[in-house]
């Protein structure tokens, strides 16, 4: 039987929520997919299109970037900023073809070690089917 | 070897010609680009000048130059690649554009001889396509010693005589082309001769645009280096870099090392194209530029070819094809640069 | 319609007056149909001073190197620059007013309406002239174009070889001004992103067919960054010196330096550039399309900005370039902006 195919996901985590909420999952000891490659940025508005892009470059099949929900951005307002920013970088991807699947967004805080891992389960499964992203990555 | 062949036959010599890798201008948009041709039902040479000219195939943007790998275990693996061996036929090539390539050669070369360029430019046979009417309003070539009908780093030239084509032989690699159909070509009547010479005579009048007193500029170009008139000329430009990318002249290049896995560590050593109009081209890494603004970079792209090029080589490395006049974004056009060089100050 | 002859009357007044370092404008070239920027010192030179369908660059560029020169200057000229702008061109002068690029005093803007036509699309004419060559092109008085060729005049309906991004323009006529020559006129455009339904509506491994193809065209000319006059920054990710060295960088800071992308002019590569490209000018971009206007290769690299400017307006409501005082798409949210993407 052929390997079944493990996506590789890098997920940009802001380090005051969503980081803390993977550590959470982790001393915690939920079980969760081992497909994630985080990077700990120190706000969702710090991420930069540019790391997104790159990631996909580099080989990625999937990227997540995630922080803290509206409201409770140790920033007061990056979160809001990244929103907007997403969305238009989501609306790019998809206009050439990308697979809306491969780049996601999240909400997690600091308590939500249990959504941290639904949202990996979540986003593997789907990334599954869809098998590795050769769109964007360097071929030669 | 001179010939006429039909037009109707054309495509089946091509056909002969299948153990070759072919290349053909073909229509994309509004534009024709060298392209691989597959079918020759479909082939037309009643096309105007490439966007990019042949140096694309001999000279290519990308080239893997070798492959490293290594891995703690293991020491440093190298591999040079060399392009592959394949017997290649451009056709369709305009004069301007096959006289670039006996510039490059000259670049390539010297006393060492570049082996990807060589191993690409001997197995490749350069069928031209001279210009019965100039195939871009901004041609120039008889101001740079050529002429459409020039057979200089050709191995056929092809002309067009309404219904065939009068096909000479240069060398022996042409000779192989034409032999491989023999059945196909005729001698040329002393009719088709006559005729060939008219064209020839009436083309020369069709092209439109002329340096005046070409050779007087490299001498004059000499002493303008510190001259305000490269802020002048160059207050439009606007830093891009496709009269540089356009030319079939141009060869710089840049080497870089693409690592394509970290683990364990492998990669190629790439050459690429590199533009002479871009900042980083001559930035130190002390962070000092000689060359620092657009001006600097104008003047380097002219006394590149019409100085530095003619000191070293005795010819000028512009062939006319007039693409960085009908191409640039703000209309700079060489012509009148050199012309204003010329009689600058005067 | 716009008098030429008033644009050159107040062109030579401000420069008799002092008022102005020097112009850009229009005057015709060497070389083909298209006009080429004049930079004008000289009072006397305002007879060069054209204004046409022709005249499609957006001169707006060239502020940048006004400010970089005069970056540089120990005892600067403070006097403004005069600049010959259209509807669009001014949006984009709103734009760089509004990221404080530059400031309101250094452009006397001598704004020219685009007759409630605009700019020519050269290829087109090309096909509707077939071969015939076009010497001049003037406007006309019935939002026509008046085309002088070898046998005579003839006379088109401007929608037919007006520039893409002209159909689809929201306002023919500058939104920020000292000078206005012309009129404010008003044409409707029921939908200015018709142009993309067409790639929009294409099922998503059709588009991606269709950008594939398209991105690896590119040969990194790097001209649609060249010409854009929201492209001002210092350094490029693009460039391989994609951070600018003085000669205080330490060793460890180049060593670190991260290479974003590789100089190959291959499908993954490039697309990285035409990303980053397209994400910063999200919300700045004006559509004068020059971008697209001089890529060697005909990409359709407008479609990029465009899409993104569709999704401004459609998410965030949010119209490029009528308002310097208002912050900028990326700088600025509401709190109820859409989340539905968001888990």
């Given at each position: 039987?052929?390997e079944?195919?493990?996506?590789?996901?890098v997920?940009?985590?802001?380090?005051w929520?969503?980081?803390?909420?993977?550590?959470?999952?982790?001393?915690?000891?939920?079980?969760?997919?081992?497909?994630?490659?985080?990077?700990?940025?120190m706000?969702?508005?710090?991420?930069?299109?540019?790391y997104?892009?790159?990631?996909?470059?580099?080989?990625?099949?999937?990227?997540l970037?995630?922080?803290?929900?509206?409201?409770?951005?140790?920033?007061?307002?990056?979160n809001f900023?990244?929103?907007?920013r997403i969305?238009?970088?989501?609306?790019?991807l998809?206009?050439?073809?990308?697979?809306?699947?491969?780049?996601?967004?999240?909400?997690i805080?600091?308590?939500?070690?249990?959504?941290?891992?639904?949202v990996?389960?979540?986003?593997v499964?789907?990334?599954?089917?869809?098998g590795?992203?050769?769109?964007?990555r360097r071929?030669q | 070897?001179?010939?006429?062949?039909?037009?109707?036959?054309f495509?089946?010599w091509?056909k002969?010609?299948?153990?070759?890798?072919?290349?053909?201008?073909?229509?994309?948009?509004?534009?024709?680009?060298?392209e691989?041709?597959?079918n020759p039902?479909?082939?037309?040479?009643?096309?105007?000048n490439?966007?990019?000219?042949p140096k694309?195939?001999?000279?290519?943007q990308?080239?893997?130059?070798?492959?490293f790998?290594?891995?703690?275990?293991?020491?440093l693996?190298?591999?040079?690649?060399?392009?592959?061996?394949?017997?290649?036929?451009?056709f369709?090539?305009r004069?301007?554009?096959?006289?670039?390539l006996?510039?490059?050669?000259k670049?390539?070369?010297?006393?060492?001889?570049?082996?990807?360029?060589?191993k690409?430019?001997?197995?490749t046979?350069?069928?031209?396509?001279?210009?019965?009417?100039?195939?871009?309003?901004?041609?120039?070539?008889?101001?740079?010693d050529?002429s459409?009908?020039?057979?200089e780093?050709?191995?056929?030239?092809?002309?067009?005589?309404?219904?065939k084509?009068?096909?000479?032989s240069?060398?022996?690699?042409?000779?192989?082309?034409?032999?491989?159909?023999?059945?196909?070509?005729?001698?040329?009547?002393?009719?088709?001769?006559?005729?060939l010479?008219?064209?020839?005579?009436?083309?020369?009048?069709?092209?439109?645009r002329?340096i005046?007193?070409t050779k007087k500029?490299?001498?004059?170009?000499?002493d303008?280096?510190d001259?305000?008139?490269?802020d002048?000329?160059?207050?439009?430009?606007?830093r891009?870099?496709?009269?540089?990318?356009?030319?079939?002249?141009c060869?710089?290049?840049?080497?870089?090392?693409?690592?394509?896995?970290?683990?364990?560590?492998k990669g190629?050593?790439?050459?690429?194209?590199?533009n002479?109009?871009?900042?980083?081209?001559?930035m130190?890494?002390?962070?000092?530029n000689?060359r620092?603004?657009?001006?600097?970079?104008l003047?380097?792209?002219?006394?590149?070819?019409?100085?530095?090029?003619?000191?070293?080589y005795?010819?000028?490395?512009?062939?006319g094809?007039g693409?960085?006049?009908?191409?640039?974004?703000?209309?700079?056009d060489?012509?009148?640069?050199?012309?204003k060089?010329?009689?600058?100050?005067? | 319609?716009?008098?030429?002859?008033e644009?050159k009357?107040?062109?030579?007044?401000?420069?008799?007056?002092?008022?102005?370092?020097?112009?850009?404008?229009?005057?015709?070239?060497s070389?083909?149909?298209?006009p080429?920027?004049?930079?004008?010192?000289?009072p006397?030179?305002?007879?060069?001073?054209?204004?046409d369908p022709?005249?499609?660059y957006n001169?707006?560029?060239?502020l940048?190197?006004?400010?970089?020169?005069?970056?540089?200057?120990?005892?600067p000229?403070?006097?403004?620059?005069?600049?010959?702008?259209?509807g669009?061109?001014?949006r984009?002068?709103n734009?760089?007013?509004?990221?404080?690029?530059?400031?309101?005093?250094?452009?006397?803007?001598?704004?020219?309406?685009?007759?409630n036509?605009?700019?020519?699309?050269?290829?087109k004419?090309?096909?509707?002239l077939?071969?015939k060559k076009?010497?001049?092109?003037?406007?006309g008085?019935?939002?026509?174009?008046?085309i002088?060729?070898?046998?005579?005049?003839?006379?088109?309906?401007?929608?037919e070889?007006?520039?893409?991004?002209?159909?689809?323009?929201?306002a023919?006529?500058?939104?920020?001004?000292?000078?206005?020559?012309?009129?404010?006129?008003?044409?409707?455009?029921?939908?200015?992103?018709k142009?993309?339904?067409?790639?929009?509506?294409?099922?998503?491994?059709?588009?991606?067919k269709?950008?594939?193809?398209?991105?690896?065209?590119c040969?990194?000319?790097?001209?649609?960054?060249?010409v854009?006059?929201?492209c001002?920054c210092?350094?490029c990710?693009?460039?391989?010196?994609?951070?600018?060295?003085?000669?205080?960088t330490?060793?460890?800071e180049?060593?670190?330096?991260?290479?974003w992308?590789?100089?190959?002019p291959v499908?993954?590569?490039n697309?990285v550039?035409?990303?980053?490209?397209?994400?910063h000018?999200?919300?700045?971009c004006?559509?004068?399309?020059e971008?697209?206007?001089?890529?060697?290769?005909?990409?359709?690299?407008?479609?990029?900005?465009k899409?993104?400017?569709?999704?401004?307006?459609?998410?965030?409501?949010?119209d490029?370039?009528?308002?310097?005082?208002?912050?900028?798409?990326?700088?600025?949210?509401?709190?109820?902006?859409?989340?539905?993407f968001?888990?």
């Amino acid at each position: 039987m052929a390997e079944e195919f493990e996506p590789k996901i890098v997920a940009f985590l802001c380090k005051w929520c969503s980081s803390a909420g993977s550590d959470l999952a982790g001393v915690s000891r939920m079980q969760y997919p081992p497909n994630v490659i985080p990077i700990t940025v120190m706000c969702s508005g710090s991420v930069s299109p540019l790391y997104i892009f790159s990631a996909f470059n580099k080989g990625a099949d999937g990227v997540l970037v995630s922080g803290c929900h509206p409201g409770d951005c140790h920033y007061i307002k990056g979160n809001f900023y990244a929103r907007r920013r997403i969305a238009l970088v989501k609306k790019l991807l998809e206009y050439v073809g990308l697979e809306p699947e491969r780049f996601q967004m999240s909400w997690i805080s600091a308590a939500e070690g249990v959504k941290y891992t639904k949202v990996i389960k979540d986003f593997v499964q789907e990334l599954k089917p869809l098998g590795p992203q050769k769109k964007l990555r360097r071929t030669q | 070897m001179e010939k006429v062949l039909s037009k109707k036959a054309f495509p089946q010599w091509v056909k002969k010609l299948e153990s070759y890798t072919m290349y053909l201008p073909r229509k994309d948009g509004d534009f024709w680009n060298y392209e691989v041709i597959k079918n020759p039902e479909i082939i037309d040479l009643d096309y105007l000048n490439t966007v990019l000219s042949p140096k694309k195939i001999i000279f290519p943007q990308r080239e893997v130059l070798l492959e490293f790998s290594t891995s703690n275990e293991e020491e440093l693996k190298i591999n040079e690649v060399l392009p592959e061996e394949a017997q290649s036929v451009i056709f369709g090539v305009r004069p301007c554009d096959a006289k670039a390539l006996t510039l490059t050669d000259k670049v390539f070369g010297g006393d060492f001889k570049d082996p990807y360029y060589w191993k690409r430019r001997n197995s490749t046979a350069l069928v031209g396509l001279a210009c019965n009417t100039p195939p871009s309003p901004n041609c120039f070539c008889l101001s740079v010693d050529g002429s459409p009908h020039s057979k200089e780093g050709l191995d056929i030239l092809i002309t067009d005589l309404g219904d065939k084509y009068h096909a000479e032989s240069f060398t022996k690699k042409g000779d192989d082309l034409l032999n491989l159909a023999k059945a196909l070509f005729k001698n040329p009547t002393a009719k088709e001769k006559k005729d060939l010479e008219k064209i020839q005579a009436e083309s020369k009048k069709k092209i439109q645009r002329q340096i005046k007193d070409t050779k007087k500029i490299p001498p004059k170009l000499k002493d303008m280096f510190d001259s305000p008139f490269w802020d002048e000329e160059s207050l439009s430009c606007i830093r891009c870099g496709i009269c540089t990318y356009l030319c079939p002249t141009c060869h710089c290049f840049d080497i870089n090392d693409e690592v394509t896995s970290s683990s364990p560590i492998k990669g190629e050593r790439v050459r690429t194209w590199d533009n002479c109009q871009f900042p980083d081209f001559t930035m130190h890494s002390s962070g000092h530029n000689p060359r620092p603004d657009k001006a600097a970079r104008l003047r380097q792209r002219i006394l590149h070819k019409f100085q530095y090029f003619v000191e070293l080589y005795k010819n000028y490395q512009c062939t006319g094809c007039g693409r960085c006049i009908s191409k640039c974004p703000v209309g700079i056009d060489i012509i009148e640069v050199l012309e204003k060089a010329r009689d600058y100050g005067s | 319609m716009v008098n030429l002859e008033e644009l050159k009357k107040e062109a030579s007044q401000i420069l008799k007056e002092g008022k102005v370092k020097y112009i850009i404008g229009f005057q015709r070239g060497s070389n083909g149909l298209l006009p080429v920027p004049a930079f004008i010192k000289n009072p006397k030179d305002v007879e060069k001073l054209v204004w046409d369908p022709t005249c499609v660059y957006n001169l707006t560029l060239f502020l940048q190197d006004e400010k970089r020169k005069k970056t540089k200057e120990k005892e600067p000229d403070e006097r403004p620059v005069g600049i010959v702008v259209k509807g669009c061109d001014s949006r984009a002068i709103n734009v760089l007013l509004q990221e404080e690029f530059i400031k309101r005093d250094d452009v006397y803007v001598l704004g020219v309406s685009c007759e409630n036509t605009g700019v020519l699309d050269e290829k087109k004419l090309a096909k509707k002239l077939k071969g015939k060559k076009a010497k001049k092109v003037e406007f006309g008085a019935n939002d026509d174009f008046v085309i002088t060729t070898e046998d005579g005049n003839i006379k088109i309906a401007a929608q037919e070889v007006l520039a893409e991004r002209c159909l689809e323009c929201k306002a023919h006529f500058p939104v920020i001004y000292d000078v206005l020559i012309g009129e404010k006129t008003k044409r409707n455009v029921e939908n200015p992103f018709k142009s993309l339904e067409k790639i929009e509506s294409l099922p998503p491994e059709e588009r991606w067919k269709f950008w594939k193809e398209q991105i690896e065209k590119c040969i990194r000319c790097y001209a649609c960054r060249s010409v854009c006059p929201m492209c001002y920054c210092d350094e490029c990710v693009a460039d391989t010196i994609n951070f600018v060295v003085t000669p205080d960088t330490s060793a460890e800071e180049k060593a670190q330096k991260i290479k974003w992308l590789e100089k190959s002019p291959v499908s993954s590569e490039n697309f990285v550039y035409h990303f980053v490209r397209a994400i910063h000018l999200a919300g700045r971009c004006i559509d004068c399309g020059e971008c697209e206007r001089v890529c060697p290769l005909d990409i359709p690299v407008r479609f990029l900005n465009k899409k993104l400017e569709k999704e401004a307006k459609e998410l965030f409501d949010y119209d490029v370039g009528f308002d310097p005082d208002k912050p900028s798409l990326v700088s600025s949210f509401k709190d109820d902006d859409p989340e539905d993407f968001i888990r």
